[in-house]
């Protein structure tokens, strides 16, 4: 059996059922961004995605009865998932990973599945609630402009169907690193949708690339895209640490001078103006990607700011070869958190790379290609 997938779902959407209901990006002109580059965007008919949950049904069924057969008596154990893969492929495992999980959480592939008429969504979340009953939370991409040009009863009837939140690339609020990236959004359309989003009862969830207006913008970028954030209050904020990659444009701004990229440590003092700046909000901040240097930055504000603050104290106060020693055992994957540099053996491990390297001018150069290789 089979259904469409697509390549790409939130870091915080591992554990859940993927189903797809449009094709790749429908502006697909990001500068920094060359996931869906040369692919053209389509919605896929109503009628196919409702087959897919349909598979999925009798995948799920399957997946049981290798459960009783083996003695679980229904359960789905981490045994019963790779049995089922062993047996019949990726897509019975996939579903068996989602059980073993909990088969409560859906997302909604591709980009910017939002962009649907506002009825097929619905038509498509009710059906998937329907078939599985146990779902407590679907949730999707959406883009600003998409979410603007949405009626309010529209959100709503998506809300009331059961779709619990939006995932946002906002990447930035300042108008002018959104030009500087082609966004195709402004900073009004950002706080226009996320004001709508959550009129609707919907959780919406904004990821920030720390690094991405570069060092012309980076004040700007911190302090404007925290002006957004007060004024919206969304739930969650997700840090997304810019890495630019090979053959896309902001890659030819970047070698052509226009844009200065910013190291690791202009990065991390860009992420405390942009936690110094935001007054007012009960978001939860999350730094939950490969590509982040400071995991540890995770909280709720207002009660976690200080801690967050000194999460960055702490990075910012190490010697010079202790950071370099943390920067690239963390990309190296050696290290998680500053905490973990306490460890001798991962410690000297650490600096026999940093030997390997040779001379400290290239430390930057291998930071650079290490985080390429995380996109």
Not at 217 to 238: F, G, K, Q, W
Request: proline fraction near 4%; hydrophobic fraction near 35%.
């Amino acid at each position: 059996m089979f259904i469409e997938q697509g390549p790409i779902r939130p870091p915080s959407e591992a554990d859940s059922l993927l189903i797809r209901v449009t094709r790749n990006c429908p502006w697909n002109r990001c500068a920094f961004c060359k996931t869906f580059k040369g692919e053209q965007f389509s919605r896929r008919p109503v009628e196919d995605v409702l087959a897919d949950v349909d598979t999925v049904s009798r995948v799920a069924k399957q997946v049981g009865e290798i459960s009783r057969e083996m003695g679980r008596e229904g359960s789905v154990t981490a045994d019963v998932v790779h049995e089922a893969g062993a047996r019949h492929g990726h897509l019975h495992y996939h579903v068996g990973a989602w059980l073993y999980n909990g088969g409560q959480n859906v997302f909604l592939q591709d980009a910017n599945s939002i962009i649907l008429k506002t009825d097929d969504l619905v038509r498509v979340v009710d059906y998937i609630r329907q078939v599985f009953p146990a779902v407590d939370r679907i949730t999707t991409y959406a883009r600003a402009d998409t979410v603007a040009r949405k009626k309010e009863h529209e959100l709503t009837a998506l809300r009331e169907a059961g779709l619990n939140r939006i995932h946002m690339g906002m990447e930035s609020g300042s108008d002018q690193v959104l030009k500087l990236i082609q966004k195709g959004v402004t900073a009004a359309q950002l706080e226009e949708a996320g004001c709508k989003i959550k009129a609707a009862g919907i959780s919406i969830c904004w990821y920030v690339m720390p690094g991405l207006g570069g060092r012309q913008y980076s004040r700007e970028h911190a302090l404007e895209t925290a002006a957004r954030i007060n004024t919206v209050n969304p739930e969650h904020v997700r840090l997304r640490t810019l890495s630019v990659l090979k053959r896309t444009p902001l890659h030819d701004l970047m070698t052509s001078g226009v844009f200065e990229p910013l190291d690791e440590d202009e990065i991390v003092a860009e992420i405390r103006l942009l936690i110094e700046s935001l007054q007012g909000v009960t978001t939860r901040l999350v730094s939950d990607h490969i590509l982040n240097l400071l995991q540890e930055l995770e909280g709720n504000l207002p009660g976690d700011r200080d801690r967050l603050l000194s999460v960055i104290d702490r990075y910012q106060d190490l010697p010079g070869d202790e950071k370099a020693n943390f920067q690239v055992g963390r990309r190296a994957g050696v290290y998680r958190f500053m905490d973990d540099m306490r460890d001798p053996s991962r410690h000297r491990y650490v600096e026999g790379l940093l030997r390997d390297m040779g001379e400290p001018g290239n430390l930057k150069k291998h930071l650079e290609s290490i985080r390429r290789k995380f996109v």
